[in-house]
């Protein structure tokens, strides 16, 4: 029988394929590229240099990244429901882990590239445009330093996946691309918008301790990626001891968002061939 | 565009099901939704190099016991047996509406399929079965309707599965364009698959088809070969065997 590394492999390729040869995800990317570039050029500017530029992009970015995850994500499943291709991909015996893995990596492999595309243009302004201790190779206290930037890219992608794990999972649900769109938004608002309000009403009302909060802050989604954001970034520079939020919760806040999303989209995918 | 020989797909003759022998047995077969009964104990066999179609008022069951057939729902009460030889692709499949990725040429799409069972597919010889030999470097989103079902068509037989289910598969076609597709499925029960196929065109279907089934109210109303059914009803065509078996049993409720 052909195995699952060949199936993947065949899937994942035309996923990548697909994405190449869409015009609109090409304008996607220049979109985003030429957002981030412009939020740093209105803020502190280039020559500001690299932690001024992530406290520029990250309350943007809490919000860009979901919607660029939507652009990318909300057809992936549910386009091939549409044309009746998952019946026919039955057919061919693929397991429904391997078709929602191979969606998963491919379109990863396209939203990764638009965001790191976008934030390494900002990295090289700032290289050509900063002054010369944003040069320095370093992490300790109190220097702004590519690394931390490097470091801001990697937690902004990690971000975007766990949010695409959630659009990936709306495109299972969904019975037409349409609705896949409208609960893809509706969904992505309720977490990023509703997660924090839920967390300060808690709060307010008293039924969330305040030292939990750390705790409940992880859960949400983009508070886990703007805990990380100051606790390994923002924080590591400003010199100030660490205490934004709990690193190792909000990472695996976000894992936990990845892994639990991919994980109902199998299930349910599974049940619906069936 | 990837060229092989066209053996490098086939199996080996030796794997061949024995024409007439049976590729898939179904027993007993039911299925409900909820309350609503839509076959009721329904036995079923295919057998190798033949053509059987499922022929049937709209809503009586037929792609129920399709997708039974394919895998592709479980039924309520009853089984199905797969009894060909062991094969990557046991079960090629033509939806009713079949459709593909549009940024994809004809011929890439059928290596796509080709991928995923690990082959490289002759998709010169594959597209030039179904009258599509031309086309094969035109995106998937330029081709006509019809050509999307022969394209369609094309891909059920990627692998050379031993069973191939055909829904409708003259759906929409002009008449010459149906006649191929169902030339088509004649050749490839030639070759020893059992072929599947649930059509509207009692023409066609009384031309190609080596056995019907009159699917009707979730039952087998009638089984044969068209000469058979047509001698049982003392009728001159299918179509008059149709409305016989058919309109008789509403006349019975």
């Given amino acids: ?274 | 565009m990837t060229e092989t020989t066209p053996a490098a797909e086939s199996p080996q003759p030796a794997e061949r099901t024995p024409a007439g022998e049976s590729m898939l047995t179904a027993t007993e077969l039911t299925h409900r939704y909820g309350e609503l009964s839509v076959l009721q104990s329904v036995d079923v066999s295919v057998p190798a190099g033949a053509v059987t179609a499922v022929i049937g008022p709209n809503g009586t069951g037929k792609t129920t016991l399709l997708r039974i057939l394919l895998g592709q729902l479980s039924p309520t009460e009853g089984t199905v047996e797969y009894t060909g030889p062991t094969v990557d692709r046991p079960i090629g499949y033509l939806p009713q509406q079949p459709s593909f990725r549009p940024q994809f040429t004809a011929a890439e799409t059928l290596e796509f399929y080709g991928a995923l069972l690990g082959r490289e597919v002759d998709t010169h010889a594959a597209l030039d079965r179904v009258g599509l030999a031309d086309a094969a470097d035109r995106p998937v989103e330029a081709l006509s309707g019809g050509m999307r079902r022969l394209l369609g068509i094309a891909q059920s037989l990627v692998g050379e599965p031993p069973v191939v289910v055909f829904d409708e598969p003259a759906s929409g076609l002009d008449p010459s364009m149906s006649t191929r597709a169902f030339e088509i499925l004649a050749d490839r029960a030639a070759a020893g698959t059992a072929i599947v196929v649930s059509s509207h065109d009692l023409g066609l279907v009384e031309r190609f088809a080596d056995r019907v089934l009159v699917v009707h109210d979730g039952e087998i109303a009638a089984r044969g070969s068209p000469a058979e059914l047509m001698a049982e009803t003392e009728t001159e065509s299918l179509w008059d065997v149709y409305d016989a078996v058919v309109h008789s049993q509403r006349g019975e409720q």
């Avoid at chain 1, 996607?28 to 740093?40: D, E, K, Q, T």
């Avoid at chain 1, 919000?63 to 019946?87: C, K, N, Q, T, W």
């Avoid at chain 1, 638009?114 to 700032?126: C, R, S």
């Fill in chain 1, 1 to 274: 029988m052909s195995s699952a590394r060949t199936q993947f492999r065949a899937l994942f390729v035309r996923e990548l394929r697909t994405v190449v040869r869409t015009r609109v995800y090409l304008l996607v990317a220049l979109g985003v590229w030429a957002l981030v570039v412009g939020l740093v050029a209105t803020g502190g500017g280039g020559e500001s240099g690299y932690l001024p530029a992530v406290v520029d992009l990250l309350l943007p970015l809490e919000l860009l990244v979901p919607a660029v995850a939507i652009a990318v994500g909300y057809r992936s499943v549910v386009a091939d429901l549409e044309r009746g291709e998952l019946a026919v991909l039955e057919s061919y015996d693929v397991p429904a882990w391997v078709y929602v893995a191979a969606i998963y990596a491919g379109r990863a492999l396209a939203l990764s590239a638009m965001l790191v595309g976008g934030l390494l243009v900002v990295a090289v302004l700032i290289a050509l445009s900063a002054g010369p201790d944003t040069g320095i190779y370093a992490t300790h206290t109190g220097v702004d330093s590519p690394v931390l930037f490097g470091r801001f890219v990697v937690l902004t992608v990690i971000y975007g996946l766990a949010m695409l794990g959630v659009v990936v999972l709306v495109s299972v649900v969904a019975q037409s691309t349409r609705t896949a769109l409208a609960l893809a938004a509706g969904g992505v608002v309720l977490v990023v918008a509703g997660g924090d309000a839920l967390v300060l009403l808690g709060l307010s009302e008293e039924w969330l301790a305040v030292d939990s909060l750390f705790g409940a802050l992880a859960t949400v989604p983009n508070s886990a990626y703007r805990g990380l954001v100051f606790e390994t970034v923002v924080g590591v520079a400003s010199g100030v001891d660490s205490g934004y939020a709990a690193a190792r919760w909000s990472a695996l806040g976000l894992l936990g968002w990845l892994a639990g999303s991919l994980g109902l989209a199998v299930g349910l995918l599974g049940r619906r061939q069936r």
